[in-house]
């Protein structure tokens, strides 16, 4: 047995231990572990047994809320936070859009995939209910982000100007695993900023791997998506006045050290493809997707209520050219936004965009009671959070990501970033201001 099976197995197993004597945590990260290492679609699966790893990660993330649902629920309900509704709605109207659905075999299965991403999302923000379980959830993702890097590196470029043949079990293509590499970028910063030594150490060499492995890829998309990021936040990193002393120039050197090994792992290959970006007229530049957009609104007009799950494929050879669709008989809309637009129509998009506005609101009212508090590290965490969000929704701009797995997983970081640093803590203030109230009418009584 390969020592990678080895390792699997024993972490596979102590997971459980963990989350069933220890943490309930350990039981979303477990899940977190599977689906970056994806046994099913590496070579070492003929060493271990063909189990279900996933859905039994995600049934001991259910059979450990169970156990103990009451004091999760005391401590992180749904209702506390407004994305949870949109993303229940999201949900609901998929399954209604089943109805008119031009493929509704497709759309069944997929929509019932989306359903279990959406039931882990909601389990996962009950199990997560602490800062340190936040950070652990989190480093599990970076971790297995540096796993897809350390892999990518081992095999180089094998399709011409790019990398193929690394998967996640969502069935990305490589634009889509490069995507799901975005959000760590910004996360890596922040770790790097105010971490310990060894912190950084860890950071610098993660982000080596997963910086290589986003060059290999050469998803524009993704280069995008994590220059937006990382520029936002090192931009507060520098210019913040709630830094602390020493900051400004640590974060310079941070900067510097990050700028001199993007240079270093990026070629000139990579630079070409890049360079297409500037020029939307090229074939090249990826001009024809804004094409697919503007045609999902003549879609639209024929079926208002959406099209559902590969509904936009299936019409792709009536409302474009052959020549439009470059030579294929099928086209995807290449894009998260008009994929949800082509897929549930327009309320199942302002449902989400609410959802995203409202998880805003409540995050920079969290910032402004941490700021208020001066708890200036939880802020810029979850500064880089909002960032880690937006970087994967720039990249998800032009792959079709409207179901994707990081894309939630991004969203629950930060819904639980408010939830341990903001909404806890104005519970406790209301519960300890009521308490007080009662005292005081029973000692005016007495």
């Known amino acids: ?26 039981a979303f990260i477990l899940y977190q572990i599977v689906y970056f290492l994806n046994p099913g679609g590496r070579w070492w699966i003929v060493q271990i047994p063909g189990l279900p790893y996933s859905f039994l990660a995600a049934c001991l993330m259910l059979i450990v ?12 309900p749904w209702k506390e936070q407004k994305i949870f509704l949109c993303l229940g709605l999201l949900v609901g109207f998929f399954y209604l859009a089943k109805l008119w659905a031009l493929d509704p075999l497709l759309h069944d299965k997929f929509t019932f995939i989306y ?45 011409g ?10 069935g990305s293509d490589v634009n ?74 640590l974060a310079i050197v941070i900067v510097a050290l990050g700028l001199a090994g993007a240079i270093y792992v990026t070629d000139d290959l990579f630079w070409e493809r890049m360079s297409t970006l500037k020029e939307p007229t090229s074939e090249e530049s990826g001009s024809s997707r804004v094409l697919f957009w503007m045609t999902t609104f003549e879609m639209l007009e024929d079926y208002p209520l959406g099209l559902g799950v590969y509904g936009f494929n299936r019409l792709a050879p009536v409302y474009l050219t052959e020549q439009e669709r ?15 637009l082509s897929e549930v129509g327009w309320h199942g998009l302002l449902v989400f965009l609410i959802g995203l506005y409202t998880l805003y609101r409540t ?29 994967f929704l720039v990249a998800g701009s032009f792959i079709n990501q409207f ?44």
């Not at 800062?131 to 297995?144: D, F, H, Q, R, V």
């Not at 470059?326 to 949800?340: D, L, N, P």
């Not at 700021?371 to 937006?390: D, K, N, P, S």
Request: aromatic share 14%; hydrophobic share 50%; proline share 1%.
């Open 1 to 26: 047995m390969s020592k990678i099976a080895l390792i699997f197995l024993m972490v596979f197993f102590g997971g459980i231990a963990v989350a069933l004597f220890y943490s309930g945590a350990a």
């Open 65 to 76: 809320l169970g156990l103990n649902y009451k004091k999760y629920n005391e401590l992180s």
């Open 115 to 159: 359903l279990k991403l959406i039931v882990v999302v909601f389990v996962a923000y009950k199990l997560l209910n602490s800062e340190y379980a936040l950070n652990a959830s989190i480093w599990a993702y970076i971790t297995g982000c540096a796993y897809i890097g350390y892999l990518a590196t081992g095999m180089g470029r094998n399709a």
């Open 161 to 170: 100007a790019r990398l193929e043949g690394i998967s996640l079990p969502d």
């Open 176 to 249: 889509g695993v490069a995507a799901a590499l975005v959000p760590s970028g910004v996360l890596l910063l922040y770790y790097a900023w105010l971490g310990n030594k060894k912190i950084r150490v860890l950071c610098f060499l993660f982000g080596a791997f997963i910086a290589n492995a986003l060059v290999l890829f050469n998803s524009r998309g993704a280069f995008l998506g994590a220059v937006v990021s990382s520029g936002l936040f090192l931009l507060h990193m520098v210019f913040s006045k709630y830094r602390q002393k020493g900051q400004r120039g």
């Open 326 to 340: 470059g030579g294929a008989v099928y086209r995807s809309v290449h894009s998260m936004w008009f994929q949800g």
């Open 363 to 391: 995050s920079k009212k969290a910032r402004g009671f941490l700021i208020e508090t001066q708890q200036y590290q939880r802020y810029f965490h979850l500064l880089a959070l909002e960032c880690a969000v937006i970087g």
């Open 403 to 446: 179901r994707g797995d990081i894309l939630h997983w991004t969203i629950l970081f930060l819904a639980v970033g408010i939830k341990v640093y903001y909404l806890r803590a104005n519970a406790e203030d209301a519960s300890l201001s009521e308490n007080k109230d009662i005292l005081s009418k029973s000692t005016v009584k007495e």
